[in-house]
Nanobody
Framework: QLQLVESGGALVQPGGSLRLSCAASGFTLDNWAIGWFRQAPGKEREGVSCISSSGDSMNYADSVKGRFTISRDNAKNMVYLQMNNLNPEDTAVYYC???????????????????WGQGTQVTVSS
């Protein structure tokens, strides 16, 4: 059974850092693009970052560029989101998602992903 499990969410002060992890089970990530999305209370889910199946291309929302870094370790079947210089506007539930896109050169921050995790809460507050 295809499953994604996020971890690493926490309460952190403004300016702090967190690393979110996404563990895949029931399938191997090699040919899948992975995206991170987030949803804040009262707001729609938005794309944060994605990485292509090849690992060669990454996309970031303008609001996180220069602060967040996505990476993948196919050998461990893991994807990570390093988040630095966090601010209260980053508070949200963060979801990882996967879509079958073998040999795709790019990834897209659109909600066409077919497998989703349950989410992990990130709260940025002093």
């Amino acid at each position: 059974q295809l499953q994604l499990v996020e971890s690493g969410g926490a309460l952190v002060q403004p300016g702090g850092s967190l690393r979110l992890s996404c563990a895949a089970s029931g399938f191997t990530l090699d040919n899948w693009a992975i995206g991170w999305f987030r949803q804040a209370p009262g707001k729609e889910r938005e794309g944060v970052s994605c990485i292509s199946s090849s690992g060669d291309s990454m996309n970031y929302a303008d609001s996180v560029k220069g602060r967040f870094t996505i990476s993948r370790d196919n050998a461990k079947n893991m994807v990570y989101l390093q988040m630095n210089n966090l601010n209260p506007e980053d508070t949200a539930v963060y979801y990882c998602a996967a879509v079958w896109e073998p040999n795709f050169a790019i990834c897209a921050l659109t909600p066409h992903y077919t497998a989703w995790g349950q989410g992990t809460q990130v709260t940025v507050s002093s």
